[in-house]
Structures are given as C-alpha cells and as structure tokens.
C-alpha cells in the first residue's frame, strides 16, 4: 500500500463520460472554391499553352458557402448535377486541393493535407492499382508504406481480401481482373490501413447493375463492421437511397452550395421494391431536380435538417 493511503476504497462521484467527442467530425464553413486562380498548377503537354487553353474558362467559384457536418461514422451521400463540384469537395476533404474561401476542419483541425485517417477510393480502379503488383502487394501497399511489421500486415491483408471477397485471387495482377475485382482491390487497400473515413467518389460507377449490387452489400456489411464515416458521391438515386444515412444535395455551379439535406429513415438492408422506399426515393429525384434548376437561389446550408 503507499504512503498515505488508508485503504483501496475507489470513490466515483457524478463521472460523466461520453465517447465520440473527438471521433472525426468532419465540418466544412462557408467553403468556396475557385479554379482559375490555380491555373498554374494544372498538368499541360509540352505543346500547349495554358493560357490558351484556360482564356475562356469562367473566372467564378465552383463551389460557395458550403455548409456541412458529418458526424462519426456516418454513411454521407453527395448528389449532384455532373460539374458542380462533388469530386472538388471530397478532393479537398481529403486533403489533395486547396480551398480557396472557408474552412474544412476535421475534428476542429483545419485539414490542409492528405491524413492517414482518411481513405480514398477513387472512381477508375485502373488509374488507382498497380498493374504490376498482385492483388496481396497492391492491398499491402499502403502498409508497407506505414512500415507495418510483415508478421502484422499478413494478417490485415488477408483480412481486408476476405472482407471483399476476393479471397483466392491474391497472386493475380490486375489485368486478369474483371473491373468489379479490381474496384474491390482499391477498396481492400483502403481498409487494410484502417483509416476512419472512407471517401469514395462514384467508386461504382462503371460496373454492371449485378456486381455494383454486390459491391453495395458488401460496403454496408464493411461500415456495420468497422463503424466508418463514409462519404459517398453517386448519380444513382437508387444507389444513393439504398446505401446512405443523409443525402446531400448540391444546385448547380456555378457557386454550388448544398441546396437540400435528406435524412433516409430506413434500417438497412432496404428493400428498394418496397412502395414505400421507392415514394421516398421520387421524392429525392424531385428534389434533386429542383436543386440543379434552382441554381444559386435556394440555399439551404444553414439550416440543416
Ligand atoms: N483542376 C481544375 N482546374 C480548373 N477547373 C476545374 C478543375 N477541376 C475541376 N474543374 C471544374 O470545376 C467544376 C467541378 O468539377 P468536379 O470534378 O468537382 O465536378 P463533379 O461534380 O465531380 O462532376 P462529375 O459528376 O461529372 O464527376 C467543373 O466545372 C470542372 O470543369
Ligand atoms: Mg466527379
């Protein structure tokens, strides 16, 4: 027993303790975005003048006052007319453009660059994965990056390849996968580095109704499990109905801002034949479409459901 004390009596009084306090609240204020200040920056051949190329561009904001709150492991849907800034906003959540007016904090922390907390899963799996690695390097990669012991990074990967079903695959480049296979190689690397928030930008946009399906279940069985925040951009309102918890609504660029909130009140898994459901999922495309014609005039950020 140490000095000076009489007994082990533990005495609690009014604790108070409450978990998720700090557990990766992604908030964006007054977010504005314009391009063309940033011209320089862009990628051009040799044989083309940039100036040329970026004259008649519009020298306005893609995106203005953009209003957002995403809490701890929430499934967050993006949608939106094709232009208006969808892949700019989660570009800059996680942390690969700037911004050019507001702030974009994660867990009160201005978010300034890519963070090992925020995943990415990128619409083209073939501009994501190296060819040249098998499906187990291209998952490991990440790891391997992180400098995760090997005895450690076996297990993880293995793991995350089950967690999408592609165990039995592990030795095979990417060219003798099927794009659903190969989406799925980005997703497992994403997870095998654990991050909290997964920010995936129309990741299955390019495969058939059937393996898209699939990759559906497969995502709410991997949010279930490992409790993620996912941010998610799709043109499928069916999509965006079967899968999300809140449904963000842009108007058009430019000066895109988000115009409607949904919240989508129904346990998973949901039946999108349900009469119900598929009322709720017209009622978003008419929202939707009164967003992008709006353009600009309505704005409902600050007042989120
Ligand atoms: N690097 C860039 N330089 C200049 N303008 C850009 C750049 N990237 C995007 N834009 C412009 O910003 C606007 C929004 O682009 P963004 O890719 O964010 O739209 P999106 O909503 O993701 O569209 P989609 O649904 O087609 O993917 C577009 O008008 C686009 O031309
Ligand atoms: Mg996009």
Redesign the pocket.
Known sequence: MGKGIKNNKIVVRNLGKKYGESGNKITVNGLGKR??K??KS?LFSKNVNPDVIMKD?EDGF?LKDVNLEIGEGEFHIFL??????????LNIIAGFLSHTEGEVLLDGKPIIKPGPERGVVFQNADSAIFPWMTVWKNVEYGLRMQHVKKQEREGIVRNAIELVGLAGHEKKYPQELSGGMKQRVQIARSIASDPEILIM??PFGALDAQTRRTLQDELISIWQKMKKTILF?T?DLQEAVYLGQRISI?SA?PDAHIATRVEVPYDYPRDLNDPEISDFTRLVHASLDAAINAHGEVNADKSAV
Not at 80 to 89: E, Q, V
């Open positions: 391009y063309e940033e011209k862009l561009r893609v939106g007319a094709s232009g208006c800034g969808k892949s700019t906003l930008d129309e951009v043109h842009f660029a």
